[in-house]
């Protein structure tokens, strides 16, 4: 027989209908020999179940928590009723039980419902038994309406959803392939698609006008908080015939909303997003992922500060992060310091205001004879704290940054948590100096179009402009301090696009190699086109409330990229080594 009904859903209605339940046995409690009180679980919610005869309880007591069970029985009016469960008005006078899948378990690895209390490799092993808190589930069910609510919405832009390979050519895009060995090619390897990046480029260029897809991206990188190693998942879209102002357009229409309705938060930014130069981002915010919710900036006080005798100011780059009405305590300082010094490697400083706006604490006695200038230009006013970072322009500004993000979550009241706040980082340089080469090298995406196009490159080439002076059209979509996106008008243009690679070192032949299907369909006639890829883990990350993005996916990998529950990866036999033409070189 089917079941009746699911266990979230039967209310004072349903008295007296029999009924037949399938689920999971999450507890029994046996209040006597002949009562005790079942709870079944199944995806939808709980229901309890109550035996009221010796030989009830007696079924109920050979089975093991979890196991699948189909109970048939009554619906009554609870006399004690529970407010906390959806189905709490009611209850289910037993009348038989069958188990249809047997769990042989007494001990679990944890319990069901505070799985996500529990060392996470055991999670992460055991994890069909993890998705069956209720916690969990509701996660891959969030999931999945994100997604079809994406789906619907680039639809209704007018967007066509297109899959591109898996199966692809090995390019160089950053991070490093995972590489597929071919066996009627011996020798040569696919690579799984670190992005759809050319394909959709090449979508363009074969006359498609608008493109999407839910796309599966690989890359064998390490794992951060916001970031799954082996697999990610984005919402990867390209226009034709379009412009950087397109692409906003429809991210803000397509965003915003799907944020209100499924986000922890209600509250979502409308369009349109603010805009931030990459310079002024790093400049006010020292980041170009500014959590736009903490109210704090840093101010540049280079200029003043290197006129102190303090040693550690001096020809340097100063930063200065300014907390009014502060009321904390010195420990609370030195912990702030501390934690910053572990994330930025570099030294921060401080001094405050005390109720007189006297100059006190940390290096405020090497500060007199520019007191008075520093208060005018920050304008500091009497209980405020002062946080200093100092440094190569760059050092100093992102520990800037790391001062800011880190007051902003220890002090409450720095911090409009309840809201999703979106923001556009936009005019990134083409190029920068690499820190470890000294060479010039393209900083964010080689591919992008330069602001003032083959005119500018030629410029830096002849020596007329600095070519770190170079803009390029790229952008970053960031929310609460979390990058979602990296988007770019894309350099459509051959000629260009090799001038721009010359610029670093390469030439045609470089480019061609690399890249030869999207330069050839570049060579018969693109349009202009624009593109970004918001990642849909870090999307329900956000909505969720969650710290770690394995907390919304289904089956992720742990920080070493291994699969904990499939034994991945594993050793395969020399049968297939030998069918691929491998040999497993030893260390």
């Given amino acids: 027989m089917k079941r009746t009904h699911n266990c979230g859903e039967l209310r004072l209605a349903d008295i007296g209908k029999k009924v037949i339940l399938n689920g999971f046995l999450e507890n029994v409690r046996e209040v006597s020999a002949s009562l005790s009180f079942v709870v079944l679980r199944d995806f939808y919610g709980t229901t309890q179940i109550v035996a009221e005869t010796a030989e009830g309880v007696q079924n109920f007591k050979k089975i093991c928590k979890e196991s699948a069970l189909e109970i048939r029985g009554e619906v009554r009016e609870r006399s004690s009723k529970n407010p906390k469960m959806a189905t709490g008005d009611i209850e289910i006078v037993f009348e038989s039980v069958e188990v249809l899948g047997e769990c042989i378990h007494q001990e679990l690895p944890f319990q069901i419902a505070q799985s996500r209390e529990a060392d996470e490799s055991a999670r992460l092993k055991y994890r069909y038994l993890d998705l069956r808190n209720p916690e969990m589930k509701d996660r891959i069910k969030l999931r999945s309406d994100v997604i079809f609510a994406l789906r619907e919405a680039m639809m209704k832009e007018g967007f066509l959803e297109i899959q591109t390979p898996i199966l692809t050519a090995s390019s160089p895009e950053g991070a490093r392939d995972y590489l597929v060995p071919s066996r009627n090619h011996r020798g040569e390897f696919y690579a799984l698609p670190q992005a759809p990046q050319q ?248 591919f992008s179009m330069p602001m003032g196009g083959m005119e500018a490159i030629l410029k830096a080439k002849n020596g007329e402009l600095d070519p770190t002076e170079i803009k390029a059209y790229q952008y970053d979509l960031v929310c609460n301090g979390v990058e979602l996106s990296s988007g770019a008008v894309r350099n459509h243009n051959p000629k260009l696009m090799i001038e721009a690679f010359r610029m670093v070192g390469l030439d045609e032949s470089d480019v061609v190699e690399k890249f030869p299907a999207m330069y050839n369909a570049f060579t018969y006639g693109a349009p202009p086109h624009a593109g970004i890829a918001p990642g849909v883990d870090r999307i329900i990350m956000l909505l969720s409330g969650d710290e770690s993005i394995r907390e919304v996916i289904a089956f992720p990998m742990n920080k070493n990229a291994q699969d904990l529950m499939m034994n991945a990866p594993s050793y395969v036999t020399d049968e297939q080594l030998n069918e691929l033409g491998l040999i497993i070189k030893e260390d």
């Avoid at 170009?288 to 780059?317: G, Y």
């Avoid at 921060?348 to 230009?377: D, H, M, P, Q």
């Fill in 199 to 446: 394909f959709k480029q090449i979508l363009m260029a074969s006359g498609i006008d608008r493109y999407f897809q839910i796309a599966p991206c690989f890359r064998d990188e390490d794992a951060r908080a916001d970031r799954t190693p082996g697999e990610f998942y984005q919402l990867d879209m390209e226009m034709a015939f379009a412009s950087q102002e397109d692409v906003f357009e429809v991210i803000e229409k397509v965003l915003p909303p799907i944020f209100s309705k499924y986000g922890k938060f209600k509250k979502a930014s409308k369009a349109p997003f603010k805009r931030i130069a990459f310079d002024e981002a790093m400049e006010k915010y020292g980041s170009d992922k500014p959590d736009l919710r903490i109210k704090l900036e840093a101010n540049d006080v280079s200029e003043i500060m290197n006129k102190t005798e303090f040693e550690p100011f001096k020809e340097t780059a100063i930063k200065a992060v300014v907390v009014e009405n502060f009321k904390q305590s010195r420990k609370f300082i030195d912990n702030i310091c501390k934690e910053v010094e572990l994330q930025s490697g570099e030294k921060v400083y401080w001094f405050r205001l005390n109720e007189n706006s006297e100059l006190t604490g940390g290096i405020s006695k090497f500060l007199g004879e520019v007191k008075g200038e520093l208060k005018e230009a920050l304008s500091l006013k009497a209980e405020s704290c002062v946080f200093l970072s100092a440094g190569v322009r760059k050092k100093a500004q992102n520990t800037a940054g790391v001062i800011i993000k880190r007051l902003g979550r220890a002090l409450p009241e720095l911090i409009d948590e309840e809201q999703y706040e979106f923001c556009w980082i936009v005019d990134f340089p083409m190029y920068e100096i690499g820190e470890e080469s000294g060479e010039l090298e393209f900083s964010h995406n080689p």
